[in-house]
């Protein structure tokens, strides 16, 4: 299997999901970070090599905030490039988006400062969500 970029899985999810002009970039933010956490639960590896961190607004990959934080709380523009996932991720992250992406960001957002990897980094010095602490987590809801 193989490991994307967050930019190629939030490209992704913007292009795929255009209708849904909802995309801004907190919610992006939350949609990796599930996508991340059952990814790791599901296939012991990561989606993406980037680290998330715990901050105010909850799960943050910071290089992709830096890429969308001219966008505020505005939708984030659909990109113009092609789609580079494969098949069997794109049906992973098509199922992420099915439970996920209908919520709102707010909603994401309240949801992700309830659960243990988020909780646990808050409390590091480096805020920085342990992806051993998101698998195991997880795990725990995937429902078989």
Known sequence: MRTYSCEDI???FLISQAEDDNICPMKIQKLLYYSQGFHLALY???LFGEQIEAWTHGPVVPELYYSYKRYGRNPIDIPKEE???DPSTIEFLD???NVFGRQSAWDLREATHREPPFQK???TPSKVIDR???AEYFKTRIKS
Do not use: L
């Open 132 to 134: 051993k602490d998101m």
């Open 10 to 12: 939030a490209n992704y």
């Open 44 to 46: 012991d590896e990561p």
């Open 121 to 123: 980094a808050e409390k």
């Open 83 to 85: 789609s580079k996932i």
């Open 95 to 97: 199922e992420i988006y």
